[in-house]
């Protein structure tokens, strides 16, 4: 499955992504493998959004990235 995710970051930000799999990108954002997170650790997962299809998945992670997303997040 697809996914759709936000991290909260050390930095007291959120970081929004997609991956096929969560668990290795997770992974990664906390071994400082991920250039935008790197010097934002430790990260930790806040939400997961799980999607059937690559485009469902593209299109909310744009969606939390604007600013109703971004209020979404915070509720």
Known sequence: MLSSYVLFCNDRKLYTGCTRSLSDR??????GSVPATK?????????????????????????????????????
């Open 26 to 31: 997770l992974d990664r954002h906390r071994r």
């Open 39 to 75: 010097n934002r650790r430790p990260v930790e997962l806040a939400a997961c959004f799980g999607f059937p299809n690559v485009y469902k998945t593209f299109e909310f992670e744009k969606y939390l990235k604007t600013g109703s997303g971004r209020a979404f997040q915070h509720v």
